[in-house]
């Protein structure tokens, strides 16, 4: 069944009477900023759980200083 036209119409009266066309305003801009609050916020986390994801993916073998100077490392103050 759900709600027909007339009753949000009714439910909407009823909140026009209770808060006032003014206080009615800014809640309604007030819950629309929610939501999109809440939305940016959800994506953000998705991004960042999938930037971790390739992260760890792509993270390269740990490398391991065994103390040793590259062959190359001293040419270029001979040149």
Known sequence: MG???RELLIILAIALLIFGAKRLRTIGSDLGAA???FK???SDSD???SGKQLGQ???PDA???TGQK???AGS???A
């Open 3 to 5: 709600i027909g036209f």
């Open 35 to 37: 939501v999109k609050g």
């Open 40 to 42: 940016k916020a959800m």
């Open 47 to 49: 991004q960042e759980e």
């Open 57 to 59: 993916e792509q993270r």
């Open 63 to 65: 490398t391991f200083d």
């Open 70 to 72: 590259p062959e190359n």
């Open 76 to 78: 270029d103050k001979h």
